[in-house]
């Protein structure tokens, strides 16, 4: 089998192999529940992920994540230039 780098994304999307979490999954509740399930994310698996990704693959760290440039937030520009990067990547810093 050729090994390929997936994305964290791509991995748990793909349904030829099933993780430790999805065996719960199973056990708890069903196989339906399982390939049905919606994919979800919290605060914390991000960094989890990112510190996974930057540790274990760096060279996948700037495909998969954006890193937000330091801007002075004590500006009006500087809180318009975060609102419109924010847009760029798609996420939210709180």
């Known amino acids: 089998m050729k090994k390929r780098n997936l994305t964290n994304a791509e991995y748990h999307a ?13 056990a708890k509740k069903s196989v339906y529940h399982y390939l049905n ?13 990112a510190i996974h990704t930057i540790l274990l693959e760096p060279q996948n760290f ?8 330091k801007i ?5 520009d500087g809180k318009e230039q975060k609102k419109e990067l924010q847009k760029i990547a798609k996420i939210g810093f709180y």
């Open 14 to 26: 793909n349904k030829t192999h099933i993780s430790a979490s999805g065996l719960k999954m199973i």
């Open 37 to 49: 399930q919606e994919p979800f994310s919290s605060t914390a698996m991000n960094l989890g992920s």
């Open 62 to 69: 700037d495909k998969e994540f954006f890193r937000m440039p």
């Open 72 to 76: 002075d937030l004590r500006t009006k």
